[in-house]
């Protein structure tokens, strides 16, 4: 089997803003009926990437993990994650990969996935995607070795956690 090859470089000021969670392999950290999934990239003062998940979980409560991701090289492409508190962020082995595997030319969907093949990411500008680009990034995913038989797709029904939903709950 191949490795698993991100993209040759990543535009990082063009990826930042929000996505929205297509379909993902299973996280242990994540609730599989959670709804309305986003992902909003801005960047930090240092250079690094404040990362804001959002998401309904099963009970439709709003919920929110706060990261930072880092480029490990000059291509962007590779980014490696932490969602630890900021003040013990600096613990060795405490962050996860985060490899964009496929992007479009106008950054609207990106595959995004870690070189062990255990997490998988199919993100879109937008809650909704043609089953054709779907099947085309899969079709991706399937090529360098990812296994899909428990992929997840996420309902989005127009809902999105707010800043005000977050310091109510």
Known sequence: MTDVTAIPSLDLSHYLGRWYEICRLPLKYEDE??????ATYS????????????????DGKPVQAL?????????????KVTFLPEFIRWIP???GDYWVLKIDPDYR???????DRKNLWLLARGPD???ATREEY????????FDLSDLITPRHTGREVTDAMIENA
Request: include cysteine; charge should be negative; charged fraction near 25%.
């Open 129 to 131: 995607l043609s089953e």
């Open 109 to 115: 969907v990106a595959l995004v996935g870690t070189p």
């Open 33 to 38: 009926a959670a709804t309305n999934i986003t």
């Open 67 to 79: 990261g930072q991701a880092s480029p490990v090289d000059e291509a962007n492409s590779r980014l």
């Open 93 to 95: 082995f405490t962050s």
């Open 138 to 145: 899969l079709a991706e995913a399937r090529r360098q070795g």
């Open 43 to 58: 960047l930090n003062e240092d250079g690094t990437v404040h990362v804001d998940n959002r998401c309904f979980d099963e």
